[in-house]
């Protein structure tokens, strides 16, 4: 839990004050902040991460408009389930999302998180699945997105 957070909240956030405010200062710069669309969603069997998240997908939009009249900008990228070491470290292969054979390439989450970076967009979701759910995640009761959110990381759930 806590490695969680000082991943997420605490370490992006000492980066980003270090980096940004030198971006400030010579008033220009961009900022890629790697949010998730599980900020979107309660994270069932994934709390702190989800919330984590939820927190960086804010905080990013916040800053951007804190800096609006600088030329600093700041994107926040938002994959979804991505094919990296994440799932096997998180202890999560055992559940239906970590076992999930299509998950997004990286290099193509990264291509997308930098293009939007340099065309100076506030935010992008990876993945044309991934811009439904989210959609669906900003128009669903947060008790129904909490059990879809069970059926994909709880412990086990890949066997099923």
């Known amino acids: 839990m806590q490695h969680a957070i000082n991943t997420n909240v605490t370490g992006t956030l000492d980066l980003i004050q270090r980096v940004g405010k030198q971006m400030r200062r010579r008033n220009k710069g961009r ?3 790697t949010g998730s669309i599980a900020g979107f969603m309660p994270g069932t069997f994934q709390a702190v991460y989800n919330g984590t998240k939820a927190f960086i997908d804010s905080f990013s939009y916040a800053l951007r408009n804190e800096l609006k009249e ?19 470290r ?71």
């Open 70 to 88: 600088t030329e600093v900008s700041v994107t926040c990228l938002m994959p979804g389930a991505t094919d990296t070491d994440f799932f096997a």
């Open 90 to 160: 998180a202890d999560l292969l055992d559940t239906k999302v970590g076992a999930d054979e299509h998950k997004a390439d990286p290099a193509d989450v990264a291509k997308t998180g930098f293009e939007a970076m340099e065309r100076g967009e506030a935010g992008v979701v990876a993945g044309a699945s991934n811009k439904l759910r989210a959609a669906l995640a900003n128009v669903m009761p947060n008790v129904l997105l909490a059990e879809q959110h069970r059926k994909m990381a709880e412990p086990g759930s890949a066997k099923n």
């Open 31 to 33: 900022i890629l902040i």
